[in-house]
C-alpha cells in the first residue's frame, strides 16, 4: 500500500504513520526526519535545509524531492509507504506522480488529517513539554514564532494539494480532532474501504477483458471465412433459394409421413379392406352386364346360322 499523509504541522501525522507502519508492514518515508538527520550530520543537503527549517520555511523542492526518490527506490519501501510531510507543494505532488509512473507504482489513496487551527499551538506545546519531560532535544521549529510561520506556509503552499488529490479521486478527509485510537480506526475503516473497492475494480476488469478477448477471436474469424469462402453473390442467392425450395419439400415430406404415422395399423388395414371390397364388387356388378352381352352375341349368331 502507498500512502500519503496530508494535514498540517501539529495534526498527527507522525503518530498515524507509526500506527500504520505496524498494521500493514511498510515504511514511513518523513521528510522532517530525513532533513533532520541530514542537519545533524551535516551533509551539504543539511547545511542548506538547517536555517529554513529553524525558521518554519520550506526546503527548496528539488532538494526533497531528490530525497524522496532516492528513498522510494531502496528495498525496504518495495512492499509499500507511507509519505508523512511529502509533498507539500503541487510541483512535489507532480514530481511524485512522474516518479511514481517510472516505477509503475500506483498510490492508494491521500489521507488528509483535518484539525482547528486553534487546537495546534495546544498540541505543538503539549509535544514540547512530553519531549523535554523524556530528555530529548526539542525541535527547532518547535515554537510559536516558527508554528505560525509552518502554519502559512501550510495554508499558501500545501493546502491547494486537497483540490489535487481530490480531483484524482485518491483524498480521503478524516477528523484529525478525535482522540488518537479513533483517528486510527477510521484511518482504518477508509484504507480497507479503498482496498475493497481496488479488488472490485480488478475484478471488473478482468471480466471485461474476457468478453473483449473472445470478440477479438470473433472477429478474426469473421476476417477470415468470406476471404476463404467468398462466392459471387449470385451463385449465393440461387444455393440460398434452392436450400428455400428443399426446406419446403422437406416439409411438405415430413407432413406426409406425420399424417401416414398418425393412421393406426387396424385402422389401415380396413381401410384397404374396404378398398378391396369396394373393388370386387364393383367388378361383380360390371361382369354380368358382359356376360350378357357376349350370350346375346352368341344367341344371334346361332340364329342367323340357322336360317
Ligand atoms: P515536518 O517534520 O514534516 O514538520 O518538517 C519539518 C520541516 O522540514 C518543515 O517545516 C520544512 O522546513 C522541512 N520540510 C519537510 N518536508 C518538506 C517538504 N516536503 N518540502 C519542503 N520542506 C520540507
Same mark, same amino acid.
Given at each position: 500500500m502507498? %500512502?500519503?499523509?496530508l494535514?498540517?504541522?501539529g495534526?498527527?501525522k507522525?503518530?498515524?504513520a507509526l500506527?500504520l507502519?505496524d ?5 514511513q518515508?518523513?521528510t522532517?526526519?530525513?532533513?533532520r ?6 551533509t551539504p543537503?543539511? %547545511?542548506k535545509? !538547517? ?5 518554519g520555511g520550506?526546503v ?5 524531492? *531528490?530525497i524522496?526518490?532516492?528513498?522510494i527506490a531502496?528495498?525496504d519501501?518495495a ?5 508523512? *510531510?511529502f ?6 505532488a507532480?514530481? %511524485?506522480?512522474?516518479?511514481l509512473k517510472?516505477l ?5 489513496a491521500v489521507?488528509?488529517?483535518?484539525v482547528?487551527?486553534?487546537?495546534l499551538?495546544?498540541r505543538?506545546?503539549k509535544?514540547v ?5 523524556r530528555?530529548e532535544?526539542?525541535?527547532a ?7 505560525a510561520?509552518?502554519?502559512a506556509?501550510?495554508?499558501?503552499m500545501?493546502e491547494?494539494l486537497?483540490?489535487y488529490?481530490?480531483e484524482k479521486r485518491k483524498?480521503?478527509?478524516?477528523d ?6 479513533e483517528?486510527a480506526?477510521e484511518i482504518?475503516?477508509v484504507l ?7 479488488v472490485k475494480a480488478a475484478?471488473a476488469?478482468?471480466?471485461k ?5 473472445k470478440?477479438?477471436?470473433?472477429a478474426?474469424?469473421?476476417? !477470415?471465412?468470406?476471404?476463404k469462402k467468398?462466392k ?12 428455400a425450395s428443399?426446406?419446403r419439400?422437406?416439409k411438405k415430406?415430413?407432413q406426409k409421413v406425420?399424417?401416414?404415422a398418425?393412421?393406426?395399423?387396424a385402422?389401415?388395414?380396413?381401410k384397404l379392406?374396404?378398398k378391396a371390397?369396394k373393388?370386387?364388387n364393383e ?7 358382359k356376360?350378357?352381352a357376349?350370350?346375346?352375341?352368341k *344367341?344371334?349368331?346361332?340364329?342367323t346360322k340357322?336360317?
Amino acid at each position: 500500500m502507498r %500512502l500519503i499523509l496530508l494535514g498540517p504541522p501539529g495534526a498527527g501525522k507522525g503518530t498515524q504513520a507509526l500506527r500504520l507502519v505496524d498494521t500493514h508492514g511498510i515504511v514511513q518515508l518523513s521528510t522532517g526526519d530525513m532533513l533532520r538527520a541530514a542537519v545533524k550530520a551535516e551533509t551539504p543537503v543539511g %547545511l542548506k535545509a !538547517k536555517d529554513i527549517m529553524a525558521a518554519g520555511g520550506l526546503v527548496p523542492d528539488d532538494v526533497v524531492i *531528490g530525497i524522496i526518490s532516492d528513498r522510494i527506490a531502496q528495498d525496504d519501501a518495495a512492499n509499500g509507504f507511507i509519505l508523512d *510531510g511529502f509533498p507539500r507543494t503541487v510541483p512535489q505532488a507532480e514530481a %511524485l506522480d512522474a516518479m511514481l509512473k517510472s516505477l509503475g507504482l500506483k498510490l492508494d489513496a491521500v489521507v488528509e488529517l483535518r484539525v482547528n487551527e486553534s487546537a495546534l499551538l495546544d498540541r505543538v506545546e503539549k509535544r514540547v513539554a512530553e519531549m523535554t519531560a523524556r530528555g530529548e532535544t526539542v525541535r527547532a521549529d518547535d515554537n510559536a514564532e516558527a508554528l505560525a510561520k509552518r502554519l502559512a506556509s501550510y495554508r499558501e503552499m500545501t493546502e491547494p494539494l486537497v483540490d489535487y488529490y481530490s480531483e484524482k479521486r485518491k483524498l480521503l478527509t478524516i477528523d484529525g480532532m478525535m482522540p488518537i485510537d479513533e483517528v486510527a480506526a477510521e484511518i482504518q475503516r477508509v484504507l480497507e474501504a479503498v482496498q475493497a473497492a481496488d479488488v472490485k475494480a480488478a475484478d471488473a476488469k478482468a471480466a471485461k477483458r474476457k468478453p473483449a478477448k473472445k470478440v477479438a477471436k470473433a472477429a478474426k474469424k469473421s476476417v !477470415k471465412t468470406p476471404a476463404k469462402k467468398a462466392k459471387p453473390a449470385k451463385k449465393a442467392v440461387k444455393k440460398a433459394a434452392k436450400g428455400a425450395s428443399k426446406t419446403r419439400v422437406t416439409k411438405k415430406a415430413t407432413q406426409k409421413v406425420a399424417k401416414k404415422a398418425k393412421v393406426s395399423p387396424a385402422k389401415k388395414t380396413k381401410k384397404l379392406a374396404k378398398k378391396a371390397a369396394k373393388k370386387t364388387n364393383e367388378k361383380a356388378r360390371k361382369a354380368p352386364v358382359k356376360k350378357q352381352a357376349k350370350s346375346k352375341k352368341k *344367341g344371334a349368331k346361332r340364329l342367323t346360322k340357322r336360317r
